[in-house]
């Protein structure tokens, strides 16, 4: 893999991506907004505190991580499949001196700039609502960045195995959508059945949701583990997304 | 001077043999045609020269290098239209050339004079800021060929160049190429219309089933067989019309 070839498909993707963020950079707003507004104030009305912090303040955080893990997954789970099959972007980039495993690359580093910037979106958006307790919370920018590329190696390995667009919806229901609800987001997970517990502590979100918790009250020594988790997590997982797209694309 | 080598070539897909056991060379300068039915091979053995995909069996050399051992230094050096336009959507007429240009490493200065002097070239200098999508079915070959000059290539590949055009675009795109090969480019071609390939090719490969049944020039191919070029592709093709 050659970096430099990687971030030319890299820029491709943000010259695409400038003409367009205006009109979607609102919309990631919106849906954090509209989670917090009705569970956090309506919700939070009922159940005021969790472990001795308000419900607003304690769902918050995990907006974050949820915004950059939706933010990297669609990017490369619809996103790399349309420009891999219908608009066949990825045909025209090979016939240049990019070679294949530079284009990997470049969808993972390109998925992870952007779950970084959308969760960084949201650090702003609730730090003016005063929903953030320490500044400690600008470490979480780089880590970010780490869990994006997680994201999207997930996203990429779904993308090289689907036999088509529609089966993406497995991936979202099956994987996304509980990830989403078992992530300690909206609640802790310790009342529920241990094994429940079990299968959240392997999955990638549980562990951003800790970080960004952690990190937002301060915390930092709470967020090490988690850190350490998703970093493994992406070290194991790297030669994946190439060896799947290669046997994808290439025959 | 031999420019592209093949040698023993084979390419299997799973158990089909698209390409069985071909051999051929083409020389610097040259304008090479691969003719034959839908299915015959051809876009595999372009595919392969231009390193999209590696060869099952054999050797292939472009430029000299062998298509395993560096495909980036190939392609930095070849521009390929593809049978299907690969156009990028989500950008605008100018930007799919300087974009391109950026995965060549040229970078913006250099690309965007370039790219507006092949705009020129292929007759879009009006449509610079348009939308890939308004553009009409032979603007868009004329840009994937504008966009297949960026590199200022040393072999040109075309993969079905003119399919789906009208008289005046498929002769404005022959004047392209006739001018290119002026300029020494090395154009290798695959088509069905027997007229380009007349008027175009130096030599031809016929192509059936895999396999090469003859490389030889239009005019040879005439002498030897009798009639025109197309009596003689259906005469080795061995498919003959219902009357």
């Given at each position: 893999?050659n970096l430099k070839r990687a971030l030319r498909v890299w820029q491709r993707h943000f010259t695409v991506y400038k003409k367009l963020y205006?009109?979607?950079?609102?919309?990631?707003?919106?849906?954090?907004?509209?989670?917090?507004?009705?569970?956090?104030?309506?919700?939070?009305?009922?159940?005021?505190?969790?472990?001795?912090?308000?419900?607003?303040?304690?769902?918050?955080?995990?907006?974050?991580?949820?915004?950059?893990?939706?933010?990297?997954?669609?990017?490369?789970?619809?996103?790399?499949?349309?420009?891999?099959?219908?608009?066949?972007t990825?045909?025209a980039i090979?016939s240049t001196p990019v070679?294949?495993?530079d284009l990997?690359?470049g969808?993972?580093i390109w998925?992870?700039t952007?779950?970084?910037?959308?969760?960084?979106?949201?650090?702003?958006?609730?730090?003016?609502?005063?929903?953030?307790?320490?500044?400690?919370?600008?470490?979480?920018?780089?880590?970010?960045?780490?869990?994006?590329?997680?994201?999207?190696?997930?996203?990429?390995?779904?993308?090289?195995?689907?036999?088509?667009?529609?089966?993406?919806?497995?991936?979202?229901?099956?994987?996304?959508?509980?990830?989403?609800?078992?992530?300690?987001?909206?609640?802790?997970?310790?009342?529920?059945?241990?094994?429940?517990?079990?299968?959240?502590?392997?999955?990638?979100?549980?562990?951003?949701?800790?970080?960004?918790?952690?990190?937002?009250?301060?915390?930092?020594?709470?967020?090490?583990?988690?850190?350490?988790?998703?970093?493994?997590?992406?070290?194991?997982?790297?030669?994946?997304?190439?060896?799947?797209?290669?046997?994808?694309?290439?025959? | 001077?031999?420019?592209?080598?093949?040698?023993?070539?084979?390419?299997?897909?799973?158990?089909?043999?698209?390409?069985?056991?071909?051999?051929?060379?083409?020389?610097?300068?040259?304008?090479?045609?691969?003719?034959?039915?839908?299915?015959?091979?051809?876009?595999?053995?372009?595919?392969?020269?231009?390193?999209?995909?590696?060869?099952?069996?054999?050797?292939?050399?472009?430029?000299?290098?062998?298509?395993?051992?560096?495909?980036s230094?190939?392609k930095s050096k070849?521009g390929v239209?593809?049978?299907?336009?690969n156009l990028d959507i989500d950008l605008t007429v100018l930007q799919n050339l300087i974009v391109y240009a950026r995965y060549f490493d040229i970078p913006k200065h250099t690309s965007n004079p370039l790219a507006i002097e092949l705009l020129g070239y292929v007759?879009l200098e009006d449509k610079i800021n348009a939308n890939i999508?308004?553009?009409?079915?032979?603007?868009?070959?004329?840009l994937s060929l504008a966009r297949s000059l960026i590199n200022c290539p040393?072999?040109?590949?075309?993969?079905?160049?003119?399919?789906?055009?009208?008289?005046?675009?498929?002769?404005?795109?022959?004047?392209?190429?006739?001018?290119?090969?002026?300029?020494?480019?090395?154009?290798?071609?695959?088509?069905?219309?027997?007229?380009?390939?007349?008027?175009?090719?130096?030599?031809?490969?016929?192509?059936?089933?895999?396999?090469?049944?003859?490389?030889?020039?239009?005019?040879?191919?005439?002498?030897?067989?009798?009639?025109?070029?197309?009596?003689?592709?259906?005469?080795?093709?061995?498919?003959?019309?219902?009357?």
């Open positions: 893999m205006r009109y979607s950079i609102v919309l990631n707003f919106v849906e954090p907004a509209l989670y917090i507004i009705a569970l956090g104030l309506g919700l939070g009305a009922f159940i005021k505190e969790i472990n001795g912090i308000p419900y607003v303040n304690f769902i918050a955080p995990g907006f974050i991580a949820s915004s950059s893990m939706f933010a990297a997954t669609y990017e490369c789970t619809y996103g790399t499949y349309i420009r891999m099959t219908f608009q066949k990825f045909d090979l070679n294949l495993q990997v690359a969808e993972l998925g992870a952007k779950s970084m910037f959308y969760g960084t979106i949201i650090i702003i958006a609730i730090t003016l609502f005063r929903l953030v307790d320490s500044p400690f919370i600008v470490l979480l920018i780089p880590i970010l960045f780490i869990s994006g590329l997680l994201f999207a190696q997930l996203s990429i390995i779904c993308a090289a195995i689907v036999p088509g667009i529609d089966s993406f919806n497995y991936y979202y229901t099956l994987f996304m959508t509980p990830m989403f609800l078992f992530s300690g987001i909206f609640f802790p997970l310790d009342p529920l059945p241990k094994i429940i517990t079990y299968i959240a502590y392997f999955t990638p979100l549980y562990h951003l949701a800790n970080v960004c918790r952690s990190l937002s009250a301060g915390h930092v020594s709470g967020s090490l583990m988690s850190i350490a988790w998703l970093s493994a997590a992406v070290l194991l997982l790297s030669p994946i997304p190439f060896k799947l797209m290669r046997k994808r694309i290439i025959k | 001077m031999n420019i592209i080598k093949a040698k023993n070539l084979i390419k299997d897909y799973n158990s089909f043999r698209a390409v069985n056991n071909i051999e051929f060379e083409i020389q610097e300068g040259e304008c090479f045609g691969f003719l034959g039915p839908n299915g015959a091979g051809k876009t595999t053995v372009m595919r392969i020269l231009y390193c999209f995909m590696p060869p099952s069996f054999g050797m292939v050399e472009v430029l000299g290098i062998n298509v395993l051992s560096n495909p230094q190939i070849i239209m593809p049978q299907e336009d007759e999508l308004s553009l009409s079915g032979g603007m868009k070959r004329s040393e072999i040109l590949i075309l993969d079905e160049p003119t399919t789906g055009l009208d008289p005046y675009n498929r002769r404005m795109v022959w004047n392209k190429l006739n001018d290119l090969k002026s300029k020494n480019t090395t154009l290798v071609l695959t088509t069905h219309y027997m007229e380009e390939a007349d008027k175009l090719c130096d030599r031809v490969a016929i192509m059936d089933s895999g396999r090469i049944l003859t490389i030889d020039s239009p005019s040879n191919l005439k002498k030897i067989h009798g009639g025109t070029l197309e009596d003689v592709y259906l005469k080795l093709t061995g498919r003959p019309l219902e009357p």
